[in-house]
């Protein structure tokens, strides 16, 4: 695969407004780590964003996260290890990451409100779209994922 432009470098502006809502989502917004990377993974894996979710699969990891419950992330709905908080969120990015094939239903917002705030909410889907921005800059500009050992 051979990348098509280097986005961070080739209009610096626009890379630097992504990454400070970036450093809003991940440093200042409030919300738990454990749920900025399930929403950042899933996302990745719906969007087919091979060097996210390598990159977020390393994050998780490296945030104490285990190998089932990330491993188990692209199948949440058969898994029984995820809390009825974390169920409504992935049930929410789906709807929010496919919008155009879901409207985002009633009943997707409706399982978030006895687990989030209205302003976690608003926060959890700017990290929801905010990943999809990551997502499509990378997918639609080739970034490879590293490679750390072969199989």
């Known amino acids: ?3 098509r432009l280097d986005y961070m470098t080739v209009a610096p502006d626009a890379f630097k407004a992504v990454y400070a809502l970036e ?3 991940s440093e200042h917004s409030g919300l738990d780590k454990p749920l900025i990377h399930l929403l950042k993974l899933r996302a990745s894996q719906i969007n087919g964003c091979a060097y996210c979710v390598d990159m977020h699969v390393k994050e ?3 945030a104490g996260l285990s190998e089932q419950w990330i491993a188990l ?3 949440w709905h058969e898994a029984s290890i995820f809390t009825a908080k974390e169920c409504a969120l992935l049930e929410w990015v789906e709807s929010v990451t496919k919008i155009a094939d879901t409207g985002i239903p009633d009943a997707a917002y409706e399982g978030l409100l006895p687990h989030f705030s209205e302003a976690e909410i608003m926060k959890l889907t700017v990290a929801i779209g905010l990943i999809n921005v990551w997502n499509r800059l990378a997918v639609g500009f080739r970034v490879a994922h590293p490679i750390d050992n072969a199989a």
């Open 23 to 25: 450093t809003y989502i």
């Open 73 to 75: 992330v692209s199948v």
């Open 1 to 3: 695969m051979t990348a």
């Open 60 to 62: 998780a990891r490296a």
